[in-house]
Structure formats: C-alpha cells, structure tokens
C-alpha cells in the first residue's frame, strides 16, 4: 500500500497512536490546527529544528527508514542536550514522494516513537506533504530549562578547562565504512556503523552539566574543530587543544590506518558524533567528578582570545586550528 | 553570488538581523543550539508546522521568493488564529540547491521578516540545508493563548451558527487565473492572484473569538467542505450548510463563469481562503456583533449528529457534502 492509495487524513490516523508519554503537558496532541501544551512554571523554553534531506544527510542504501526515524530525533535532542535542557514536544514535517511504501512510513515514526519514548518526548503534531524530488525530513523540537542551568555557547572563561564527553571520530569512520564497503574487512565494523546510523543523544549529560555549572556546551554535529571555533567566538575567548587527548577509539585507529587517512582528522573534522563539547572550571570539575561517574575527558583549556583557536601536535607544535567540518553548501 | 560560495554560516549572519521584534520573550535567537525563550505565566503555548514544497504548493513562474517567504509565515499564523491564539516564535527551515542565488533568499526571508514584524513574531531559529531536489521550506510557530480563550475544533454544539470570517473562493480562482494565463482577462485579475499569492491570516479575529466564546474554529487550508467534516467529526456534530448563504465575489463568479466551472466548488473545494470558519450560539454571536464590527458571515448551522454533514441547495434540496478538498497524495 502506497501514501496515494490511503491520502493524508488515513495516514494521520495510522500514526496518532503512542505519541504521548508526557500526559500531564498536552492538553491537545495530532489533530487540531495546532497542538497545545502546558509549560513548566519557572522554566525557559527552548526551541530547535532540524531538517534531513535523502542523499544529502541520510542515504536509502546505507540506512533503513526505522533508523532514520530514530536519528531525526537524536540530532535535535542533542541540540537540547547542548543547552543543558529537558526535551518535551517534538512536531514532524515530511515530504514524501507518492509512492512511497505505508509500511516504511510507519517504520520510520517506530523509530522516531521509540526514540520519542526513551526521552519521554511527545509528538504532538506535524505535516506531511508530497513531493516529487527527495524525501525531506524536519522535525521541531520544544525542550525547557531552569533559567539557572541554562547553559550558552557564550560562557566560556579564561582559565577554563575544555572537555568532551565521549570517543570522536567514531561516527565518520562508521560512514567511511559504508561509503567504501568495508563492511566485512572489520569485525568491529557494526558498532562504528551504529554510532554513525543511531546516535545516542547525551541529554542526561546535558543536564547534568547544566546543574554543575558548565560554563559553555556544544554539541559535536559539525566536528571538534568546527565546535571549538563556535565556542571560542560565541565566548569571545582563545582555545588551545592537545591532539594526544582527543579521545579516539583504536577502532577508528584501525580504519584510519587501512585508509591511509588522518584518525586525529576523523575527530577533527568528521562530525555527527553527537558527544557534547563543554567548558567547566577546573574547581567545578573537580566537583562534578567527585559527584559523577561519566566517561569524560579533557582535550585542552580556554586561553586568551588574542590566542586564537590551536591545536598542540605530538611534538609541541601549535597550529591554527580553522573551523572546517561539515558546511552546507561548500 | 550562490549558496555554494558563501556557505551556511555566512547565509546566518546574512539573515539574523531584523529578527526579535518582541525581545522581552528572546533570551537567545539565532545562533545557539537551541533558541531559548520565555513564557507568559497563565497561557498555554500552541505548536504548528507546516512545510511547502516547490511545485506542489508554490510555483515560481507564478509567485517570487518574496511572497513566497510571506506565505509560508501566513499559512502557520493562520493555525494559531484557528485556536484563538497569538503568534509568537518562528523557527525556519529550509532545503535549498547549491547554485541558488543569495539575492533570491535574502528576498525569501524579507518576506518572512515582514509578516514577522506585522504581527510582532520572533525568528528566533532554524536550519537551512543544501538539496538536490525541490526547495523545501518548512515553518515552526509556537503560539500563546490564555487557558480560558483556547478555542478547540472540538467544541461546537448543536444549535450554534456556523459562520465564515470572508468572501471564499478567492484564492482558487486566483490560482486558476495564473494557471489559465487569464491575467489579462480580468482586469480585477491582480487582486485574485494576490489573494492567492499572499493570504492575509485571521490572527486578530481568532483572538477576537476565543475571548468571545467561539465553541469551535478552523481556519481554510484545505476548502469548505473539508473543515466542516473536520469540525463535525471532532465535535461528534452534524453540519447543516446553505449554498446561497456562502460568501463568494462577484470576481470569482466572473472567472468561475469564463472558465465554465461552478463558482460554488472554488469556496467547498479551492481551499487556501485561510479565512476563518467557526461556530457559536446565537446569543453569544448577537453580542459579539454588537461589540465588533467585522465581516462575518452565518453560512450554515450545526444540527445533531446523526444527520451528517449536508449543504442545502437553492431549491432547497440537501446533499451529504464530502470531505473532499486538497488532500495530499491523492
């Protein structure tokens, strides 16, 4: 059965079902002209978007609509998660060619729905229209925060220290798996091409950090070396990175080597890894570690503006580190 | 100069300026994470999206980058209008070939800006993103309403009047004056079109009605007779409606006339009025009447449930009137 044979209407009725987790906030979900939702009393609302286009972020051939779903999600609950909030209601927009299989579509809303669940989201609306060029995906994401945990990409002070919440560069060589089809040269292969397919947002991370006084998140969507140009000029300040402490697992090591690429350029520049890039006093983090057992790790400090953004080599050479990284439209 | 030369972060200092017209709401706009922004204490927020997609619902031989940019504002103030509510945020996503020129987005969002800046809404986000296929845009608008003036389209009651807030019809004819190339048929031709190109959404009167006891409104994307079988369904009601009592032009009878069609079909079936249909018992109409001088008109009213949705005809002969209309995918 195809979206031309049953219409709009049938196909909002099809995916109504288990979209609320989060009773107590939607006073009104799918099916209105607009959804209505309560806040928080003493929380700020935090709003983000993000839009997937076929052949351009996602590729038919490499992913399946049920993950796809799923990662439509996660890019915008990182967003969230990079702000130190709670994500609450989420709104899909699709664009979908005629034909397209009922059966996909419901797979793609399990794995948005599923994801939805995990985080106690709702979808509380959306649209779905017609297309005849790529499948386009968008979703809108509401989240809140405590004025007092919100945390900007603006706060970053001298003296700081730089860390990161997980192993980089792991995705870009899930995809590098992928695209060069290496898929039986790894036995590890599956587990890099799951970072890269189905991210795992680090929304309790986020919030976290948020109540133990991170001053500055950014969540890893562009690469390190993107997300530390965005800090530094959002923060008006200079960082300075070691190369020797970008976490980096010896999976991606070994697909870097069999590449003949760059394992640090991976982390660098690879992007989508969706760890959250933050900066924390160092008497914060002694703090915040005590009180936490979190995988993370410090990768450099927030040094004086006139410094610039660099990374340290192995040797001690210190290089201009420039916001390369995944650019539309370059 | 093209998207591809200037790239994605250039595109948003290019677009941030004239943004924030309401700035007490925006603690962050464009540019973080997320957008951050605060509530009004004792409203409800309203969320709705809606995504156009080019030629299925624009055609750039007909419209421009301008009116294009005001109508995707339109079409989601019109949603919040439809609940009584009042527009405040705007996060806006789009899908764009490489090679488009600069001048043509600035152009997009200056349309957007305007209709923003009319009804006092914040730009506060957004995504834009390259494309090999159609230009899409997607628009996410979150609204306000106080808990007590939320109008659902759930809550019309047997006995109430069923009105409309304007002459219908209009944008389908305008619609099938581009399509037709009749502009220089008529030589109120440009006024037709413009009815089409750029909808004026009823977001005062839907303020003006949720505090004056409407018990139901939806607002005309998809036609007549569509919103009135979505009023029935979710009401659990019956619709009784009178052909003679539908407010059409007499330039839409011209174009209806010239092109051999039924003028009648335009307002059931043309959609894209985005005038406002509601309901509301006669007492509380008669004083809303007095207190407001607007141009509404009674059409029809709502009957019990068990007679379904009818339109009287000018003999007086009644036929069931169906849910058809713009309906994606068929």
Same mark, same amino acid.
């Given at each position: /059965?195809?979206?031309?044979?049953?219409?709009?209407?049938?196909?909002?009725?099809?995916?109504?079902?288990?979209?609320?987790?989060?009773?107590? =906030?939607?006073?009104?979900?799918?099916?209105?002209?607009?959804?209505?939702?309560?806040? =928080?009393?003493?929380?700020?609302?935090?709003?983000?978007?993000?839009? +997937?286009?076929?052949?351009?972020?996602?590729?038919?051939? *490499?992913?399946?609509?049920?993950?796809?779903?799923?990662?439509?999600?996660?890019?915008?609950? @990182?967003?969230?998660?990079?702000?130190?909030?709670?994500?609450?209601?989420?709104?899909?927009? /699709?664009?979908?060619?005629?034909?397209? &299989?009922?059966?996909?579509?419901?797979?793609?809303?399990?794995?948005?729905?599923?994801?939805?669940?995990?985080?106690?989201?709702?979808?509380?609306?959306?649209?779905?229209?017609?297309?005849?060029?790529?499948?386009?995906?968008?979703?809108?994401?509401?989240?809140?925060?405590?004025?007092?945990?919100?945390?900007?990409?603006?706060?970053?002070?001298?003296?700081?220290?730089?860390?990161?919440?997980?192993?980089?560069?792991? @995705?870009?060589?899930?995809?590098?798996? +992928?695209?060069?089809? +290496?898929?039986?040269? *790894?036995?590890?292969?599956?587990?890099?091409?799951?970072?890269?397919?189905?991210?795992?947002?680090?929304?309790?991370?986020?919030?976290?950090?948020?109540?133990?006084?991170?001053? @500055?998140?950014?969540?890893?969507?562009?690469?390190?070396?993107?997300?530390?140009?965005?800090?530094?000029?959002?923060?008006?300040?200079?960082?300075?990175?070691?190369?020797?402490?970008?976490?980096? @697992?010896?999976?991606?090591?070994?697909?870097? &080597?069999?590449?003949?690429?760059?394992?640090?350029?991976?982390?660098?520049?690879?992007? &989508?890894?969706?760890?959250?890039?933050?900066? /924390?006093?160092?008497?914060?983090?002694?703090?915040?570690?005590?009180?936490?057992?979190?995988?993370?790790?410090?990768?450099?400090?927030?040094?004086?503006?006139?410094?610039?953004?660099?990374?340290?080599?192995?040797?001690?050479?210190?290089?201009?580190?420039?916001?390369?990284?995944?650019?539309? *439209?370059?």
């Amino acid at each position: /059965m195809t979206l031309k044979q049953i219409g709009e209407f049938s196909l909002i009725d099809l995916i109504k079902e288990d979209t609320v987790h989060n009773k107590d =906030t939607v006073i009104e979900g799918i099916g209105d002209d607009a959804a209505v939702v309560s806040t =928080t009393e003493g929380y700020l609302q935090l709003l983000t978007t993000d839009m +997937l286009v076929e052949n351009i972020h996602f590729n038919l051939n *490499f992913t399946d609509f049920y993950k796809l779903g799923n990662k439509a999600i996660a890019v915008n609950l @990182s967003d969230i998660a990079a702000m130190g909030g709670v994500p609450r209601q989420a709104l899909i927009s /699709m664009a979908l060619p005629k034909d397209t &299989e009922i059966k996909n579509i419901l797979e793609l809303y399990k794995g948005m729905k599923d994801i939805c669940k995990k985080f106690s989201v709702n979808i509380v609306g959306g649209d779905t229209v017609s297309t005849f060029g790529p499948i386009v995906i968008n979703v809108a994401l509401v989240g809140e925060v405590k004025k007092e945990n919100l945390v900007k990409r603006s706060g970053a002070q001298v003296g700081d220290l730089l860390l990161v919440s997980g192993a980089l560069g792991s @995705s870009a060589a899930g995809l590098e798996i +992928l695209q060069n089809d +290496l898929k039986d040269k *790894f036995d590890f292969a599956k587990e890099l091409i799951k970072k890269h397919l189905v991210p795992n947002p680090r929304v309790e991370l986020g919030q976290l950090l948020g109540k133990n006084k991170a001053t @500055s998140i950014d969540d890893i969507s562009d690469g390190l070396a993107s997300e530390c140009n965005e800090i530094a000029s959002a923060s008006q300040v200079g960082i300075r990175i070691y190369k020797e402490k970008i976490p980096v @697992s010896k999976e991606v090591h070994a697909v870097a &080597e069999y590449l003949n690429k760059s394992y640090v350029d991976y982390a660098l520049y690879g992007g &989508e890894d969706f760890e959250l890039l933050f900066t /924390m006093n160092p008497r914060d983090l002694e703090n915040f570690s005590k009180k936490n057992i979190a995988d993370i790790f410090v990768i450099g400090e927030i040094v004086n503006v006139k410094e610039g953004v660099t990374i340290v080599d192995f040797d001690g050479q210190s290089t201009i580190l420039e916001a390369k990284g995944y650019n539309h *439209f370059r």
